[in-house]
């Protein structure tokens, strides 16, 4: 029976090239002078840190241009309201989500089921959802359909047998 996996991946790779980039870029930029604004890559969130509020949303944006060249999807990650740090600089902490929660995994799975397609099923394993059916052609209908969805997570598709 034909299978696939229905995974949430994060390239931290690809992050932490964005990253490195973004911190080049504020650096030499002329209207980050003198803000102290940097970002650090923690082991599952990024911290953003500058003068002010107005740098630290700029410093956001130039984070997420590095991070759409090199095609991470901005769903994985969730910010954090800007708070606070010492000296009157601001702060923000960005969530890296990688995997598919159970609320995500039910949704998912009652998208699937919601589809009619004779012979498909699906199932929790961990955080990630196995998909088998009957037919191949099947399957690939199931994938476009959920390509279509928005679930607010990157859905990367993956292991397809026959």
Do not use: W, Y
């Not at 299978?3 to 650096?27: G, H, L």
């Not at 989500?97 to 929790?124: C, E, P, Y």
């Amino acid at each position: 029976m034909p299978t696939f996996d229905i995974v949430s991946e994060v390239d931290m790779q690809e992050v932490r090239n964005a990253v490195d980039q973004a911190n080049r870029e504020a650096a030499t930029r002329f209207d980050f002078k003198n803000t102290d604004s940097a970002i650090e890559l923690g082991e599952n969130e990024l911290v953003l840190r500058s003068s002010t509020e107005d740098r630290l949303r700029a410093l956001h944006t130039v984070l997420d241009e590095k991070l759409v060249k090199r095609q991470v999807s901005l769903k994985a990650f969730e910010d954090n309201k800007i708070e606070e740090a010492q000296k009157g600089t601001a702060r923000q902490k960005i969530a890296i989500r990688a995997g598919i929660s159970s609320d995500h995994a039910k949704r998912l799975n009652k998208f699937i089921k919601d589809l009619g397609l004779k012979g498909v099923s699906s199932q929790t394993q961990g955080d990630q959802l196995r998909v088998t059916g009957k037919k191949r052609d099947d399957l690939q209908e199931v994938i476009a359909a959920c390509k279509g969805e928005d679930f607010g997570i990157p859905l990367q598709f993956n292991n397809f047998r026959d």
